[in-house]
């Protein structure tokens, strides 16, 4: 498992992770299958990218590789409740990763955007719990192109998260995942060079732990004595 990064730059927590040699490979192998005509995923999706496709990947082999990714994110989710309780004077929550039992769905599964020139995600959010997007393909020319701007904001093919008026900036890099809560706002810029920039997306819906829903959304109080 490969070491991730967790930050609040404006509250909500963002999770990066570069993702397993293996699961990347597996990723990438599938790709030709999403371009298949039964896969259009463009009706359900806001993007304004001419080609975005549902993935079909055999599901035990997908969630066996983002389970782990998921568990962390929840770890540091746990970890932050308890600094917030604490300053507060709040009973501490007590929770043993190893012992519990986590479930989800993914209601209409992974999908993949097929970036163009000039093509771009406007801002928005998703439904479900929390939301992931993997970087697949970055070509080096969009990254020459961001580098090689002369407009004061070089964000080329950049993933752009916003929370009320704060907003950060964030470089896609191939092999990277990011894991946020679904309702924070999000956008893809454009870019001008003929390529095709590569990303996949996907929700969990409905976290349990235990059979209690995840204290996802920011919750600023715990009640004593709770328990995931």
């Known amino acids: 498992m490969s070491e991730y990064n967790v930050t609040y730059p404006f509250g909500p927590l963002i999770y990066t992770s570069d993702i397993s040699g293996e699961f990347y490979e597996f990723l990438l192998d599938g790709l030709d299958d999403c371009k298949l005509e039964d896969y259009d995923a463009r009706k359900f999706l806001v993007g304004n990218i001419d080609e975005q496709r549902f993935a079909p990947y055999d599901p035990p082999r997908f969630t066996k590789f983002v389970d782990p990714h998921l568990i962390n994110y929840l770890i540091e989710k746990h970890k932050r409740i308890n600094q917030v309780n604490e300053i507060c004077n709040k009973e501490l929550v007590e929770w043993d990763h190893n012992k519990s039992q986590v479930a989800y769905h993914m209601a209409e599964g992974p999908w993949v955007n097929f970036q163009k020139n000039g093509e771009f995600n406007p801002m928005h959010n998703h ?4 939301s992931v997007v993997i970087f697949l393909k970055i070509p080096e020319e969009i990254n020459e ?20 008026d704060q907003h950060i900036v964030v470089e896609p890099k191939e092999a990277m995942m990011y894991i946020f809560p679904a309702y924070l706002w999000h956008s893809v810029y454009p870019f001008v060079t003929d390529t095709e920039r590569i990303s996949m997306s996907f929700n ?10 995840a204290p996802i959304n920011d919750t600023i109080f715990i009640e004593g004595n709770s328990q995931y």
């Open 145 to 164: 192109e961001r580098r090689k701007s002369t407009f004061s904001a070089k964000a080329s093919g950049c993933l752009q998260f916003m929370f009320f």
């Open 127 to 130: 439904g479900g719990t929390l």
């Open 204 to 213: 969990f819906h409905d976290i349990l732990i235990d059979g209690k829903p």
